[in-house]
């Protein structure tokens, strides 16, 4: 993901890792030129503030030089003893090496050139410091001229000592890669390809293994790179392919050795896991060659790219989302001015601008080694501690699995001992066990009814039991009611106490009966019905019997029981007509007949005719004719015909009714 750009023709430099915040340093390129044709050179600071969440680059300072660039290299130089930025060492076309101050270029000083060299008789274009000695300085430059400089004194080119690292590698377009003993300045070892193809563009060592090294071809018909192993010279160790055309420019991730970046004539820049061969990531670029790339020493995850379009690139490995947008820069690269000597401004071009597009950028498949945790621990429970480390392993053999080691730490024997009785309650499932154990040990009362309440959870009848433990027990709540029904059967019910408190133990065990049962002994008809309908339709049933039971008025029971014939039977001839009533209002339609007849029946047995003319209505209401019949002519003269037309007419009256 591009995080910073700017517009810039220029050879590049990153300030020393341990230089905050990050530089990147900008020296004009050679050999190149801008869509302004300007012809000026200078060196220019850049700073990288990342809170900034525009691609613009902060300029530091900027120095204005006589020559172009071919090559620039920022070194720590004096950092640690003298807390300075370094050094920069830039490579011009003239052939001159010149060292400058970084401070002294952010603080805009007089004095921003430290040393120049003009011993090379042309272009200087390549540039390298040695990594355990940062005063060493190496240069390449054309006709195959390659000096060594001491920053400490860079008068005059140096021959290293016995004392000093004396092993350099340099490499031709011709394909030879030669490595030298300074010390006896003679080459150790000389390295070739047999196609006789390979024109080097560029040469890097392995970061961890000394033996190693890499060399890139920038030719068309072999776009390949080659490592090669000291130990084995006669043929490479492994060749990397992915490339269409030649390689420009390559660099090797000092942090991760797996991450090898490669910038090629065929608009790509990759990167790869050089132990494997595959390329990993591949960075979204323009469709300009780079001609340089360079990863951040400070923040590993970034890298810049040097393109010929004239852009200076600061990338990220890490992913993320990225907007794309293309400015034509074309109207911007000439003078408003009309060049034809009118004095008249010119408009300015209508260029039309694309829309911005934003792009989802996938991260590295694999996360890289500054992300990875070289070592780790924590505490798991039990005392236990697990830990995990990276095995230390040679480049070049397979990575091997991470182990995870448990151990056992024990700091207090007591919890330790809790937990294994624990865990082993855990696996074999006597949990009832375990908290009778923890009732006998509690303390106290409330943590022995906790360990009590755990108990009952696995047992069954949980409900009941917890009743029990809240102090509500069925059995002995029907101990209770019974010696008090026997008190109130002996008669002794005004020495009863605490009826609500007996009810309200029956309600909360739901023992509906004993509380409809307190409810009727205690004269509580109201509330002994309401609660036998909670009780259910059995319930309800027994306690209407029991209350009707006790109830005087017969015709309230009747009515509830629906049970007439005993009105009939038993009630007061007096009160006929309310018998009647109620037949006529409450039987059910079959067996009003036979209850009106035997109403009837009743007053007809007495004999008067007051009762013989009674039981005629309740016979006309059944239509028992015979009967009525038979009511009327037990009290009527039937010899005379004015009586007995009397009766037919009764009679012929119920036929129709």
């Known amino acids: 993901m591009r995080v910073k750009e700017i517009l810039r023709a220029a050879t590049q430099a990153w300030s020393p890792a341990m230089k905050h915040p990050a530089y990147l340093a900008l020296g004009t390129a050679a050999q190149q030129l801008d869509a302004s044709f300007n012809t000026s050179a200078a060196l220019e600071i850049f700073e990288m503030d990342f809170a900034d969440t525009s691609m613009d680059m902060k300029l530091r300072g900027t120095l204005p030089t006589s020559n172009r660039f071919h090559s620039l290299i920022w070194v720590a130089f004096d950092m640690e003893v003298k807390g300075s930025s370094g050094r920069l060492i830039g490579g011009s076309e003239s052939g001159t090496v010149s060292v400058f101050s970084p401070d002294a270029i952010l603080s805009a000083g007089e004095d921003a050139v430290i040393g120049q060299s003009n011993k090379h008789t042309g272009p200087v274009h390549t540039l390298d410091y040695n990594r355990f000695q940062s005063n060493i300085i190496a240069s390449g430059a054309s006709d195959s001229e390659i000096y060594i400089w001491d920053l400490n004194n860079f008068s005059n080119p140096m021959t290293p000592g016995a004392k000093s690292q004396h092993i350099l590698a340099s490499a031709n377009p011709s394909g030879k890669a030669i490595v030298w003993d300074l010390r006896k ?110 990863w951040c020493p400070r923040n590993p995850a970034l890298l810049s790219a040097a393109s010929f379009d004239g852009r200076i690139s600061v990338y990220s490995v890490m992913g993320g989302q990225q907007q794309h947008s293309t400015v034509d820069q074309i109207s911007a690269s000439f003078d408003t001015s009309d060049p034809f000597g009118t004095g008249q401004t010119l408009p300015p071009l209508q260029v039309p601008q694309p829309s911005v597009e934003t792009t989802i950028i996938p991260p590295l498949k694999k996360p890289p080694k500054w992300e990875r945790r070289p070592v780790g621990a924590s505490f798991a429970f039990g005392g236990k501690l697990v830990m995990f480390e990276s095995p230390k392993v040679a480049p070049q053999q397979q990575p091997i699995p991470r182990q995870v080691h448990v151990s056992q730490v024990t700091t207090e024997t007591e919890f330790l001992q809790r937990s294994a009785e624990l865990q082993a309650t855990l696996q074999s499932g006597s949990f009832s066990s375990y908290c009778h154990g923890k009732i006998r040990s509690a303390p106290s009362d409330a943590e022995q009814d906790i360990w009590r309440f755990l108990m009952v959870n696995f047992e069954d009848e949980a409900r009941v039991k917890f009743l029990r433990l809240l102090g509500f027990s ?22 009863l106490t605490d009826m609500d408190g007996l009810i309200s133990q029956a309600l909360l065990v739901g023992n509906f009966e004993a509380a409809v049962d307190l409810c009727l002994n205690d004269g509580r008809f109201a509330e002994a019905i309401l609660l036998s309908i909670s009780g259910g339709e059995e319930l309800l049933k027994k306690t209407q019997q029991r209350y009707l039971h006790r109830q005087t008025n017969s015709l309230i029971s009747s009515v509830v029981t629906q049970n007439w014939r005993d009105i ?80 037919h007419t009764h009679s012929f009256v119920c036929l129709y009714m």
């Open 185 to 294: 300045n003679e080459p150790i070892i000389k390295i070739s390809d047999h196609s006789n193809r390979m024109h080097c563009s560029g040469m890097l060592w392995h970061p961890e293994v000394a033996t190693q090294l890499l060399l890139a071809s920038e030719d068309d018909r072999l776009p390949v790179m080659q490592m090669w192993d000291l130990r084995f010279a006669t043929s490479p160790l492994k060749v990397l392919e992915s490339h269409t055309r030649g390689i420009l420019s390559i660099s090797w991730s000092q942090a991760d050795p797996e991450l090898l970046l490669s910038s090629g004539k065929d608009n790509r820049i990759l990167c790869w896991n050089p132990n494997t061969g595959e390329v990993i990531y591949e960075l979204p670029t323009a469709n300009q060659w780079c001609f340089d790339v360079q």
């Open 474 to 495: 069925k059995d002995e709540l029907q101990r209770k009611v019974s010696h008090h029904n026997t008190r109130y059967i002996r008669g002794e019910r005004g020495k």
């Open 568 to 647: 009939v039977q038993s009630c007061e001839l007096d009160n006929w007509k309310e018998a009647l009533a109620a037949l006529l209002t409450y039987a059910n339609p079959e067996a009003f007949a036979p209850l009106c007849d035997t109403l009837g029946a009743r007053l007809q047995a007495e004999g008067t005719e007051k009762h013989c003319l009674q039981a005629c209505l309740c016979f006309i209401c059944s239509g028992n004719i015979e009967r009525l019949v038979e009511c009327w002519t037990s009290q009527r003269d039937c010899s005379s015909p004015l009586e007995l037309e009397v009766t």
